[in-house]
């Protein structure tokens, strides 16, 4: 979680999480804080070792992992742009960047706030990767939808409501970071000239929004068993090979769980063929091939019940889309 309490910056050179170790902000990071916009400083130590150097500026960005650390996770005014924590914020900014060369679109869905959707966005703008493809974004920013089965017990309608006018305050704090980076070609705008959303259940705009179109990555958030469903049946055919699939609460809530094994079972996805992978809650491990024999699936709805792998707290799943 966000500390409300400790240190708080603008900073527009790296991500910012919360751990024992703080950093020391230089006076030129202090400097930068141009935009008005309010972040949370949240360090994580073992994020630095994992994807590379403290302090680099974004006008000698080259790589891949340059932009991964220059790739905002936005607060504003306390609040977060999206609800995944940071373990899984990077995780689906690493499947874009893994599908960056498989030829398809990007689909979305659940995105809320869109801080993930926002930050997909910033870091392939950042590697000139957008290029041809378009960003499908869907959600009904009413929170979720009335359950429709005893799969989806425990969920409450209207629960993690965000605004459609919020999501596009965090997009306008994602763009005054963006267009201040000097080593980004192109502007915000024209990244976001790519993105197309759409406000309904997935079940209503899924079909006709993907009709005809072929995706690299389809992101699915949608918690409960039928709006999981919704956005497998709305999009997970339009995959080619090498795309990849991503469930955010597949080991968070047993619907969840329960709709992507229903739809493996019935589109005959093996685990040899196609295996998930889990993704754990912490940076300190990373994602696994899920194996039954040591892995718990969720056995409910409730929050704070997540699936675990001998003992590791998991949340999110993806698999690869394979030729059959």
């Known amino acids: 979680m966000f500390s409300t309490t400790g240190?708080?910056?603008?900073?527009?050179?790296?991500?910012?999480?919360?751990?024992?170790?703080a950093l020391r902000l230089t006076p030129e990071q202090k400097d930068l804080n141009q935009n008005g916009v309010d972040i949370d400083l949240m360090t994580v130590s073992e994020y630095w070792n994992k994807f590379g150097k403290q302090n680099m500026l974004l006008s000698k960005v080259k790589t891949w992992d340059e932009c991964l650390m220059n790739t905002p996770l936005v607060v504003v005014d306390g609040e977060r742009s999206t609800m995944k924590q940071q373990n899984k914020f990077?995780?689906?900014?690493?499947?874009a960047r893994d599908t960056s060369e498989v030829h398809g679109d990007i689909a979305?869905?659940?995105?809320?706030?869109?801080?993930?959707?926002?930050?997909?966005?910033?870091?392939?703008?950042?590697?000139?990767?957008?290029?041809?493809?378009?960003?499908?974004?869907?959600?009904?920013?009413?929170?979720l939808p009335g359950a429709q089965g005893k799969e989806d017990?425990?969920?409450?309608?209207?629960?993690?409501?965000?605004?459609?006018?919020r999501f596009l305050n965090f997009g306008e704090?994602?763009?005054?970071?963006?267009?201040?980076?000097?080593?980004i070609k192109g502007s915000w705008i024209k990244a976001m000239a790519h993105a197309v959303t759409y406000k309904g259940l997935f079940?209503?705009?899924?079909?006709?929004?993907?009709?005809?179109?072929?995706?690299?990555?389809?992101?699915?958030?949608?918690?409960m068993y039928g709006s999981t469903m919704d956005c497998l049946n709305g999009g997970a055919s339009h995959l080619v090979p090498g795309a990849v699939v991503y469930q955010d609460d597949y080991y968070s809530f047993?619907?969840?769980?329960?709709?992507?094994?229903?739809?493996?079972?019935?589109?005959n996805i093996s685990d040899g063929i196609s295996p998930i992978f889990v993704v754990p809650f912490t940076a300190e491990v990373e994602p696994i091939k899920e194996d039954r024999t040591m892995c718990v699936p969720p056995k409910t709805n409730e929050g704070g019940k997540q699936g675990n792998c001998q003992g590791i707290r998991y949340e999110?799943?993806?698999?690869?889309?394979?030729?059959?």
């Open 7 to 21: 240190l708080r910056c603008a900073l527009l050179v790296f991500i910012c999480f919360q751990s024992r170790d």
């Open 316 to 324: 999110a799943g993806y698999w690869f889309q394979r030729e059959t």
């Open 203 to 223: 079940a209503d705009t899924m079909p006709d929004a993907l009709s005809g179109s072929k995706l690299a990555l389809l992101s699915c958030d949608g918690d």
């Open 153 to 165: 017990d425990g969920f409450k309608q209207g629960a993690y409501h965000i605004t459609y006018e």
């Open 254 to 267: 047993i619907g969840n769980y329960m709709a992507v094994q229903r739809y493996r079972e019935e589109k």
């Open 108 to 143: 979305m869905a659940g995105i809320a706030g869109g801080g993930d959707a926002y930050g997909v966005i910033f870091y392939l703008a950042c590697r000139e990767k957008l290029g041809g493809r378009k960003v499908h974004l869907f959600d009904t920013w009413e929170g």
């Open 90 to 95: 990077i995780e689906i900014l690493k499947l």
């Open 173 to 183: 704090a994602y763009g005054n970071k963006y267009d201040s980076y000097t080593g």
